[in-house]
């Protein structure tokens, strides 16, 4: 075993060392026949704890709707989990050993030789009474305290790993959260930074978060959650004062850099002001609570989501989801309509065209996820027609259902006409306009029949007999010899491999296309078609010719192919590795030569 596995293997006995002894000690009810210290104490029933640590001031909790708060040396939330540690440990413990009354009187300075004249003093008030503990010195030893009673005689010895759970200073009791929301109904934020004043509000449970102030819109609601997120999990570095008076203009709340309110309805639930760095790390910040005079140090990086200029408060994205779309309407162009028809399904409306899901996605997709580039705000009639907007080229509804009934309008987009690399579009329900790269725009599909099911034809690879190359004058035939065995055909020849070749003819017979580019014979020349481009035809056993065309390289790089569907031309995106194994085993030199 080398050095590394021993000192893993050690320092694992030893957690689980510790863990078993602090279970043994503090967690596990006394064994029979050793009686509890403080006999049917209850640490839930405790409503108020009391410290004072020799010649210290008094440090209180009192526990409220089982909530603790600090109320001495200064209120303060307080640190839960300690003050019930501290409890849970008195309720199980017992005592080591007991000296009896007797034996105490035959000690002339008893309270001097156990160190009860500079005791530190615990008291715990429930509703069936109080207790009140004396703290003395530690045992000789060091692992035993004298402890007291009040109102029980004699002196009691108890494991000193209890003095762990008392706090020596104020501090230790406090919460060091930032903020605490646990059980908190919060719907609205106010912030104030050296950019901009926001207003956001949440006007029902589970619905959307919205700026409304300086103005109506809609807020970008993943990153308000994360900077909540991070707010909540910050922590209090140090407490640096409690001072009433102390100089605020020194922390910099005289000109807060942050100042945030957290609220229900007008209660508000926690407001705090962010000050300046310390001089020598600019990494941290000061902070207060309003209504407190403690000054705190915090981490700057979780406040940076809420320094942030106005436009990073909103959403960046033309729509935001709450809902599944049940149906979109296309007006301008190629009107259609798309219906969400049962599980996953989707149908175009008079149409007999079968849908492709993942073409639906993908034309939903860029309305949903693609960066606004630009706001533009404050916008009249006037101003429209610069937009494109006064009679927009393009409208796309989303409709879904929600509270207000079936079919309810969730967007309404109108797009102009694109113009330097964007294209603006407004919602129906918004004032501003909002620019899209020309990029994203074109992925969103143009007409219904672009959503057309992407599968182009199906067909087991054992089944096809024959393959036909053919550009221009240049033609070449193969035929199946065999299984997974082809030969050049009279009058053709060249050199195959016909593991390779049937490989290929096994990516032919499950073609799918990228994307569906035009419909009809009207864009050929477009897409780089002409009388001289590769045409391949696969013959089946049953005499089925599945026929496919070649043109140019289309618009995101992929080859463009045609093929005839019901009789009708349609030219697609041909997917990249199927034409792969068509370049490399069909159209390399050897076995298509030029």
């Known amino acids: 075993m080398n050095s590394k596995s021993t000192w893993v293997w050690i320092t694992i006995a030893a957690v689980l060392l510790a863990a078993v002894i602090g279970v043994e000690k503090f967690w596990r009810k006394p064994p029979p026949g050793l009686v509890a210290l403080l006999p049917g104490f209850k640490a839930a029933a405790v409503t108020s704890v009391q410290y004072i640590p020799a010649g210290q001031l008094e440090i209180r909790a009192d526990r409220t709707n089982q909530t603790w708060q600090l109320v001495k040396p200064i209120t303060f939330p307080a640190q839960a989990a300690s003050i019930d ?21 035959q000690h002339a300075n008893a309270d001097e030789e156990f160190g009860f004249n500079n005791r530190s003093i615990l008291t715990l008030l429930a509703e069936q009474g109080r207790r009140q503990i004396y703290f003395g010195n530690r045992t000789v030893p060091g692992d035993g305290v004298y402890v007291q009673i009040v109102g029980v005689e004699g002196v009691f010895v108890v494991d000193s790993q209890l003095l762990r759970f008392l706090p020596a200073k104020s501090d230790d009791w406090r919460d060091t959260a930032l903020v605490d929301l646990r059980g908190q109904t ?21 619905e959307l978060w919205r700026l409304t102030m300086p103005m109506s819109a809609r807020a970008d609601n993943l990153r308000l959650m994360d900077a909540m997120q991070k707010l909540h999990t910050t922590r209090v570095l140090q407490f640096v004062t409690d001072a009433p008076n102390a100089d605020l203009d020194a922390f910099g709340f005289h000109a807060p850099e942050l100042v945030l309110r957290l609220a ?98 993908d034309f939903l997709l ?36 929600t509270a207000a009934g079936t079919n309810a309008v969730l967007a309404d987009l109108a797009f102009g ?12 329900d918004e004032n501003p306009v909002y620019a899209l790269k020309i990029e994203d725009y074109a992925r969103v599909a143009v007409a219904g029949w672009q959503l057309r099911d992407r599968r182009v034809w199906r067909f087991a690879s054992t089944n096809a007999v024959r393959i036909v190359l053919q550009r221009g004058d240049r033609k070449s035939e193969l035929r199946r010899a065999g299984a997974a065995s082809w030969m ?32 009809g014979d009207a ?21 089925t010719k599945h026929e496919v065309e070649f043109g140019g390289e289309a618009a995101d790089g992929y080859p ?14 041909f997917p990249v590795i199927p034409y792969q194994y068509l370049k490399v085993t069909l159209l390399n030199p050897a076995a298509f030569p030029p």
Do not use: C
């Open 488 to 519: 050049f055909a009279g009058g053709s020849q060249g050199v195959v491999t016909g593991s390779e070749v049937e490989k290929t003819v096994a990516q032919f017979g499950a073609l799918d296309a990228g994307a569906w580019l035009a419909r």
């Open 417 to 428: 006409i694109p113009k330097d690399g964007l294209v603006y579009v407004r919602r129906a």
């Open 264 to 361: 229900n309805g007008t209660n508000i639930l926690a407001a705090l002001e962010f000050g300046k760095s310390p001089t020598n790390d600019s990494t941290q910040i000061y902070v207060r609570r309003a209504g407190s005079p403690s000054v705190l140090l915090v981490e700057r990086e979780p406040l940076r989501p809420w320094l942030a200029p106005l436009n990073e408060f909103r959403d960046p994205h033309l729509v935001t989801l709450l809902r599944p779309v049940t149906e979109v309407r296309v007006a301008g162009g190629e009107p259609f309509t798309l219906q969400f028809d049962g599980t996953n399904s989707w149908k175009l409306m008079d149409s007999d065209l079968p849908v492709d899901v993942g073409f639906v996605r």
């Open 186 to 206: 919060l719907d609205r934020i106010t912030v104030s930074n050296a950019n901009t004043v926001v207003e956001l509000q949440q006007l029902a449970t589970n």
């Open 523 to 543: 864009q050929r020349e477009q897409f780089g078609f002409s009388t001289n481009s590769l045409q391949v035809t696969l013959e089946l056993r049953d005499g």
């Open 85 to 105: 540690a501290l409890l849970t440990a008195l309720q199980q413990i017992a005592p080591d050993r007991t000296i009896s009354g007797a034996e105490l009187r």
């Open 560 to 573: 463009a192919a045609a093929i005839k569907l019901n009789g009708e031309a349609w030219i697609f995106e």
């Open 366 to 401: 860029p309305l949903v996820t693609a960066p606004i580039q630009q706001f533009k705000d404050s916008i009249t009639a006037a101003d429209l027609p610069q937009f494109g907007l006064a009679e927009p080229v393009r409208r796309i509804t989303m409709l879904g259902n």
